[in-house]
């Protein structure tokens, strides 16, 4: 190794340091309270190694349903949520005058405190003794009964849990859309109008491939955060999201920790770890897909 490589070793050192204290360490720690069954807090002992931890958590109900839960969201909130961006970036960026405006007022609802969103969205959908809801109000107009989003059926809740994600997520994901289509190079437009190409066309083999690496990236971030969800349930369904039947992956782990149920690491510890397999595992796939649709 020359004097060259230890210069650069010696500046990538703190990020290094950073990566192994604040990733790769917790990670190997979780991995092994995860493996100490029936591991006690309070005085940092557990009766023996082995995989019971993770066979309890998977035959739990409520882990169940939380992976169902995050499962349903992630389906429905990343492809919705990336192909509307992609939608109103394109009519965003055929706009001249006020495009400036008019991203920034697309991008308000990033910035906007995440509660204080959740709580809009419970005024416009909950419905109680003194109020049916704006939303049901709305629905009202085509005969349509009301139904109670916030407190009713399984699938009402989900379906907000989901708008409420999409909306939530959307702003970012325009933005980074709206540079992409921005940095594309106007002299393959020109040669493709002068070749007589559709406009399907040009965006099919132009735009498109040209602005895959930004698509895969926000499907990539899209998957992972969809996985980590668990404030947006929080801001619609409130702390006990084990009763109302809308509890996340993240928030089960939570639950494990501090929780009405709370004070076991090594289960908390066997859900995070299923977890990082699971986003891991889309990961690479995604990755592996990416090798053929992605243009660099």
């Known amino acids: 190794m020359n004097r060259h490589s230890y210069k650069a070793w010696l500046y ?93 007022i697309y991008f308000l609802p990033y910035v906007t405190n995440t509660l204080a969103v959740g709580l809009v969205f419970m005024i416009l959908f909950q419905k109680t003794e003194y109020s049916i809801g704006l939303v049901n109000m709305f629905l009202s107009l085509f005969d349509i009964s009301s139904i109670d989003f916030i407190n009713g059926p399984y699938w009402a809740k989900m379906f907000v849990l989901c708008f409420y994600t999409i909306w939530t997520v959307l702003p970012f994901k325009i933005l980074v859309l709206t540079g992409a289509l921005a940095s594309v190079n106007e002299d393959y437009y020109k040669a493709a109008k002068i070749d007589g190409a559709s406009k399907w066309r040009i965006f099919s083999k132009i735009t498109l491939p040209m602005i895959s690496p930004m698509l895969f990236y926000l499907v990539i971030t899209g998957f992972i955060g969809a996985f980590k969800a668990y404030s947006d349930a929080i801001a619609l369904f409130g702390t006990n999201l084990n009763a109302s039947g809308m509890n996340t992956i993240v928030g089960y782990v939570y639950d494990m920790l501090y929780g009405t149920s709370g004070g076991y690491p090594s289960y908390a510890s066997s859900a995070a770890i299923i977890l990082f397999v699971i986003v891991l595992t889309i990961t690479c796939i995604n990755l592996l897909v990416s090798k053929k649709y992605v243009h660099y």
């Open 12 to 104: 990538l050192l703190p990020a290094l340091i950073f990566l192994i204290v604040f990733l790769v360490y917790p990670l190997f720690d979780v991995f092994i309270y995860s493996l100490e069954e029936s591991y006690n807090f309070a005085s940092q002992t557990y009766t023996g190694i082995g995989s019971y931890n993770y066979e309890y958590v998977l035959h739990d109900p409520y882990f169940i349903q939380a992976v169902q839960n995050t499962f349903i969201l992630v389906i429905i909130t990343v492809p919705i949520s990336t192909i509307l961006a992609l939608i109103i970036s394109l009519g965003l960026s055929s706009i001249k005058a006020l495009r400036n405006l008019y991203q920034t």
